[in-house]
């Protein structure tokens, strides 16, 4: 049990390590935006967030309902 307990504490304090290499190595210190609207490719495709997707889709259609249409 103790010998599985020292693995995984390894094996995570050797992900933590490999993880802040590339925070101490870049120039400023970041990781790049996981965000879906700001990577340059997704843009170019059209594609969005689902969040702006929906609230584009809201603000170009009728708000509007005709009850006696109903």
Same mark, same amino acid.
């Given at each position: 049990?103790a ?6 504490m ?6 933590? #390590?490999?993880? $802040?290499?590339? @925070?101490?190595? /870049? ?5 790049? +935006?996981?965000? #879906?609207?700001? $990577?340059?490719? @997704?843009?170019? /495709? ?5 969040? +702006?997707?929906?609230?584009?889709i ?13």
């Amino acid at each position: 049990m103790a010998k599985l307990l020292l693995l995984t504490m390894v094996v995570v304090l050797l992900a933590v #390590i490999l993880l $802040s290499i590339k @925070m101490i190595l /870049r120039k400023n210190g970041r990781f790049s +935006s996981i965000h #879906i609207s700001d $990577s340059k490719a @997704m843009r170019e /495709r059209g594609i969005h967030c689902a969040t +702006s997707q929906d609230r584009e889709i809201r603000r170009n259609s009728n708000k509007k309902i005709d009850v006696k249409q109903l």
